[in-house]
């Protein structure tokens, strides 16, 4: 083999670091040559690093090198490597791109050069913190960590560059640097000049762009369209003209949720978990009885998802009749099986409180991290679980006395007799599904470590009773009977429910949640199913997230910390807005953080003068240029190239849901209506419509198609914001087919001739004040504030005329039958008057009720 890097080239830094690792594995000939030299005979520009393998193929990419030299090294892929690799290069270059770009080429300093990347610093910092592992992938070093060393590498080897805060990036970062490989890679690149070694390389790069002004930017960014053929071209126009007619038939479904705008038999479930000790822990603190903290809490819930429009087809829960009998139904199945055992278990106990402590009454200092605050049963820091009598420092939660080590006699999962039977089902379930890389990393983690027998049963009250004799004062441990809740809600709803939960062949299912409970989905309910031989359907595609994070820290409901589902109705902003927003920050790859700051971006910028705007004015154009009624179109080459440009995104929409990237695929919305808002700024129909014949046929195309994409949007809108989608339907009074199916070519829904409705804006801009006050209410004691005292007497009769005032302007613009767009603006000005006069008179803000305003 052959390597060949370059002196000033930034990716010969971790392909020499990983060749270093992988010495003496094969014979390597490294080969130092000049920038302009072409070493592949196939590229046309120069192009460093380059491996050349023994059989003559070339590996050009940093990151594939260095998994070459990993490999050869012994070194086993894992999905969390995987996934910092791709964090690499969509985050952190274009970031560090920039940092050194601004310090090397032109001379700047300081937080100018840390600006750009120190949100990606913070990321690395935060992920080593939490995970408590030297490295980024675990206790080893893997190739994520030399790869992202090699990269930070120019930056940081100045200290004023790594921030003294980051702790955990700085020991990191030493560790790496300190080692015999890395430190050859650093001299032979850099020649002892330092980060200046790059001036050559970069100099040759495009100036970055403003990435703080990409974030926040209102204007519509520019697309760079994708090259076509004439056969796309084709096959796009001969779908968009059969238009409705190439609808399937309409299926008798509700509620819009994806799978359901493709006509699939979908069934949509959720509920409330309601026993364990979390459950008796909260009654005990409320003063009420177990049941009924749960009726309390159900409602609450049920509440907050109907608030959010969440369209579930029931929302059930555990406390039910079915529960018990399905899950002692599985556990005597199990029992019969030889695939449960009894054993003797020490646990704590509280001679005060007289009674065995379950891991919810029980907290210390966690053994693995030193977390101070460690449950019973899991840390909430590391994320390993524990068991009770492992913590250091125990203290009963409810009295705080020291509980003592007693022993009781207790049930047990035989996992590791299950073991080859999840191993066999999970080789042939992983290839070719979509479960999350998260999701494969933590099970391959459980298998790695080897399956232990798990305890399925606690000395409580409040749960599903154990139906054996010896073991009637017990009930099972909730992470046994919780996620049998799935088969009770079902069988609650309906009673075909063995259709769904005992026909693996036919049924694919979909489970969502956060990482911390793929063990138990993943893990011990097929175990549970696998062993009670009853043709259970087990999990196709495990989708779990990341962590959301709060601002600059965590969520924090002791603390008053960070907004949460039963407070999002407080704020004056609609559930749509929300859905959009946590939507687009979804934490699918990685942990991200919602911030007051970046929602009223995105608020004003995609959804206020991107999407809105784009729609509003498709709509418009039609009301006032063409008497309400959709003009007839003649498609040019441009407008057939447009149509095919929105059917190929709309197609990458659907490649994008289908393997459940939800965040991505909300770009995909926000990408068609950019092309829409260009494509009415170019052709100007607003000018057109007064010139001669043909410039006015040209803006009846224009309108007509621009008309047929706010159409599609607003199907491709449902799953993100059904309440705008239905808006949007209402006004263009789309027809019912088109309204309930999504097709996967764009068609032309509302034909020449069709009438729409009355349109009107959809979005309201957010303001700095309120997103302030809001941010400020959140950042903690917010459950502990005291009530809003109200302005002085002549500010609020000041407030009241201008209220009247303003009042009379919109009377007389009605009246007068003025413009809608002027109409709406006043009305929106009499709205934030209305506002404010409440906030003055220290009146709770109402959420706006009828049409939504711009």
């Known amino acids: 083999m052959r390597l060949f890097v370059s002196e000033g080239a930034p990716g010969s830094l971790p392909v020499l670091a990983a060749a270093g690792r992988a010495q003496g594995r094969a014979e390597l000939l490294i080969s130092t040559v000049g920038p302009e030299e072409c070493v592949v005979p196939f590229l046309t520009r120069p192009k460093v690093p380059v491996l050349q393998l023994d059989s003559g193929n070339y590996l050009f990419s940093t990151s594939a090198i260095c998994r070459y030299f990993f490999l050869l090294s012994g070194w086993e892929q894992d999905d969390l490597t995987n996934q910092w690799l791709e964090w690499e290069a969509t985050e952190l270059q274009p970031a560090l791109s920039a940092a050194l770009y601004y310090l090397v080429v032109q001379g700047k300093k300081g937080e100018d050069v840390l600006g750009p990347v120190r949100r990606a610093l913070m990321h690395i910092d ?42 955990a990036l700085h020991s990191w970062f030493q560790t790496l640097s300190s080692q015999e490989p890395c430190q050859r890679a650093a ?128 929302f059930g829960r555990t406390t039910t009749p079915q529960q018990t009998k399905i899950t002692q139904d599985i556990f005597q199945r199990l029992l019969a099986r030889g695939f449960v055992l009894q054993d003797t278990v020490e646990q ?9 402590l379950a891991d919810r009454f029980v907290e210390g200092v966690c ?47 035989d996992l590791p007799k299950l073991g080859a039977r999840v191993e066999e089902w999970l080789e042939k379930t992983l290839p070719g599904s979509d479960w999350t890389p998260n999701a494969r990393f933590i099970i391959r983690s459980w298998l790695r470590d080897g399956l232990k027998p798990r305890c399925i049963t606690r000395d409580l009250k409040w749960g599903t009773p154990v139906p054996l004799e010896g073991f009637e004062d017990k009930v099972f ?57 009853d043709n259970y359907t087990l999990v196709s595609h495990l989708i779990a997230t990341e962590y959301l994070n709060y601002e600059d820290g965590k969520f924090s409901k002791s603390r008053g910390v960070g907004v949460f589902g039963d407070m999002a109705q407080d704020t004056g ?44 004015r498709a709509g418009m154009f039609v009301s006032k240029f063409f008497g309400g009624f959709v003009p007839e179109m003649v498609l040019t080459s441009d407008d057939q190239r447009l149509l095919t440009h ?112 009355t349109v009107s804006p959809l979005f309201q801009k957010l303001e700095n004040d309120q997103i302030e006050s809001l941010k400020q209410r959140f950042s903690g004691g917010q459950a502990k504030a005291s009530p809003k005292t109200a302005a002085g007497p002549q500010q609020i009769q000041a407030l009241t005329e201008e209220v009247t005032k303003q009042g009379n302007i919109v009377r007389e613009l009605k009246a ?39």
């Open 126 to 167: 935060h992920s080593l913190s939490r995970r408590s592992c030297p490295f980024l992938a675990g206790e080893t070093e893997s190739l994520a960590d030399i790869v992202l060393w090699g990269a930070l590498y120019p930056l940081l080897q100045d200290p004023s560059y790594l921030p003294e805060e980051l702790g």
């Open 187 to 314: 001299e032979t690149v850099l020649k002892q000049q330092g980060v200046l070694a790059l001036r050559p390389y970069l100099q040759k790069q495009p100036q970055p762009g403003s990435l703080e002004g990409r974030l926040i930017s209102n204007e519509p960014e520019e697309e760079e369209l994708a090259t076509l053929s004439e056969e796309e071209i084709a096959v796009a126009v001969a779908a968009w003209e059969k238009g409705l007619e190439s609808l399937p038939p309409l299926r008798p479904q509700q509620n819009p949720v994806y799978s359901r705008l493709r006509q699939w038999n979908t069934l949509y479930l959720c509920g409330t978990d309601e026993y364990g000790t979390a459950t008796e822990t909260k009654a005990m603190e409320e003063g009420l009885t177990p049941q009924e903290i749960c009726d309390k809490y159900h409602v609450i819930h049920a509440d907050i998802y109907r608030w959010f429009n969440i369209s579930f087809d029931f």
């Open 348 to 356: 704590l106990r509280c001679e005060h409180c007289a009674r065995f």
């Open 367 to 413: 053994p693995f991290c030193g977390y101070e605050e460690a449950r019973g049963d899991q840390c909430d820091k590391c994320g390993k679980l524990i068991n009770a009598i492992e913590l250091k420092k125990p203290q009963c939660k409810v009295c705080r006395s020291c509980p003592v080590v007693k022993s009781s006699q207790h049930l047990f999962l």
């Open 477 to 533: 441990y909730v992470w046994f009977d919780a996620t049998i809740g799935y088969l009770s809600i079902t069988a609650n709803y309906t009673d075909q429910w063995e259709k769904w939960w005992k026909n693996p062949e036919q049924v694919n299912l979909y489970q969502f949640m956060a990482k911390d409970n793929v063990p138990f989905h993943g893990i011990v309910f097929p175990s549970s199913a696998l062993g009670a031989e």
């Open 573 to 616: 902003i609609p559930a749509d807005i929300w859905r959009f927003y946590l939507l687009y920050i979804r934490p699918e790859g990685q942990d991200s953080a919602f911030s007051w700051t970046d929602m009223l971006f995105k608020n004003n910028s995609e959804l206020l003068n991107n999407l809105g705007n784009f729609i509003n």
């Open 646 to 757: 929105v059917t190929l995104e709309l197609q990458h929409y659907h490649q994008l849901l289908e393997k459940v990237r939800i965040r991505d695929a909300l770009r995909s919305i926000l990408t068609i209506s950019r092309h829409g808002n260009q494509y009415i700024q170019v052709n100007e129909p607003w000018k057109r419509i007064k010139g001669g014949e043909a410039d006015r046929q040209r803006a009846g195309t224009v309108t007509g198609l621009a008309v047929n994409i706010a159409a599609l949007l607003s199907v491709m809108l449902q799953p993100y914001m059904p309440t705008v989608s239905a808006t949007i339907q209402a006004q263009l009074q789309l027809p019912p087919p088109a309204r309930s199916i999504l097709p996967t070519n764009f068609l032309c829904t509302l034909p020449a001739g069709h009438q729409i409705g």
């Open 816 to 854: 007068q039958k003025a413009d809608k767009n002027q109409i709406a603006a006043e009305v929106a000005k009499l709205l934030d008057l209305k506002k404010q006069l409440a906030q003055a008179e220290g009146k709770p803000l109402e959420t706006p009720k009828g049409k939504k305003k711009k």
